[in-house]
């Protein structure tokens, strides 16, 4: 039977000449290809003489680093399933995550050994490495002493790979779980839709915890043979800088804010580029006017979900059509999308229903959550986004809203849900509500409004001190309203709308 690791399959497309750079960070280090191949052989040694359990989980929660990079690949190839956590996660969200997905080991920052590893522990996990942004800690320490030559472990597509944690509507965060199948045959889709080519560059300068960074960025590049320009953290000025040494640039809207606000940014900057590409939230129409007109080049929008990767991209060649700004554009091949109304029957081209999907790409399910995995598919094996839009007559899909309760800020997304569920806790506070409203920075952000218990007073900016020092921080709503009630219909439900309308205009 063949192998159908993940790995297995970026390992074959890396060029012939193992010599050359395949990666080469904004502090001057170069990486080759053969680093790539030897260090990800060392890692996953290391993983195979812990002798982890078969499908154990490795549970990350460090910052973006090329060696982060290599741990992830090193967990695919030694066969066992990535777990990445955001770094901004504080002690009662890692907590809620380990506990739940109990992993062999847990790698973390030096600096948060102390918590991690006593969450980790308790939780019976064997194993807490460090791995820090210098590349020091224990993990490439350990790494060091094991063999260079690794054969990658025997997987079927169905096998797992990673599992994505994403918050929840209602309840706690559910783990998305992704095989080796969905992740290669998006990556092989994607690959081809998008044009990779030889002498492609790509200029990676978004997060590594999550699907857009970790995935549809690494795996691109990597199934290409193509060389990375690596940024461990996103800063307008420099990626600016880099913008002429790359031929791709993915973004999610927030970026591409920021690097128009930059006077270095115009057509010289983004000569070498040949496909600017956007997603994980909605890229204002505004944004895409102005990058044209600014650079010359026509972002390329796409959509998609952790549990699904990508489901649809705008055209890249002109001939399979024109890329339109407000809209997702078409189905990646391979994937079905309809859009259904409240009985769940197929809506006509152009009707707004609830988008559902389908495909190679679909997750396998949440993690020890069979009832929930069931509720978000249909009887004939669709999956619900939970995202509102509609297809036109000419096939290009457009998202309009979200029937989830979710707010997307800077590309990340935070559930009022559990926001809301912190502040209830908090003494002298009788009920809240976070709605979602506009910012020129983050697209959107949350506002909380909330009512106190009679007799009790409430200050806002403590309650915002206090959620900052329980929650990661782009959750933080960034304003906290009390007021003496909340707007409610007939049936007594909270208005959001109401309140998103009050303060649309706060950020201005
Ligand atoms: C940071 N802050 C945010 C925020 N990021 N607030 C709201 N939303 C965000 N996304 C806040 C911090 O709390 C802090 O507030 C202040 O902004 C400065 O923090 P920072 O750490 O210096 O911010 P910065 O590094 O500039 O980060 C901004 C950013 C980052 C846009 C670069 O958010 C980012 O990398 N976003 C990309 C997310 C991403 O990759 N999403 C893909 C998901 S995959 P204070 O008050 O403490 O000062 C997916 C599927 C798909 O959705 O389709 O791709
Ligand atoms: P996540 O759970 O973090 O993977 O976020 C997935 C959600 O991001 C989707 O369900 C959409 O609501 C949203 N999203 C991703 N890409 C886009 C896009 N191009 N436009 C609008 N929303 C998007």
Redo the contacts with the bound molecule.
Sequence with gaps: MPNENLFAALRAAFPNDLDAIAVDTADGLAYSWRDLERATAMIANLLVALKLPEGARVAVQVEKSVEAMLLYLATLRAGYVFLPLNT?YQKAEIEYFIGNAEPALVVCTQKNFGWVSKIAFQAGTRHVFTLNEDRTGSLLDRAAHRSDQHVPAVKQADDLAAILYTSGTTGRSKGAMLTHGNLLSNAQVLKDCWGWQEGDVLLHA??I?????LF?AIHGALLNGSKMLWLD???PKTAIGKLPQATVFM??P??YV?MLAEPALDQDAARNIRVFIS???PLLIETFNAWKERTGHTILE?????ET??LTSNPYRAEDGERRGGTVGFPLPGVGLRVVGDDGQELDAGEIGAIQVRGPNVFKGYWRMPEKTKEEFTGDGWFKTGDVGKVDARGYATIVGRSKDLI???????YPAEIEGYINEMPGVAESAVVGVP?P??GE??VAVVTAKTGEKLDGERIVAAL?SQL?????P?RCFVVDELPRNTMGKVQKNLLRDAHKGLFG
Aim: charged share 15%.
């Design positions: 901004a978004l997060p915890f999550h699907v857009h960074g549809v953290r996103f800063d973004g999610v927030t970026l920021r997603g994980s939230a796409r959509y998609g979900m952790s990767i990508m997307i800020s800077g590309g990340y997304n935070v910012h920075d983050f952000v949350g900052k990661a921080n782009f959750k933080i960034k």
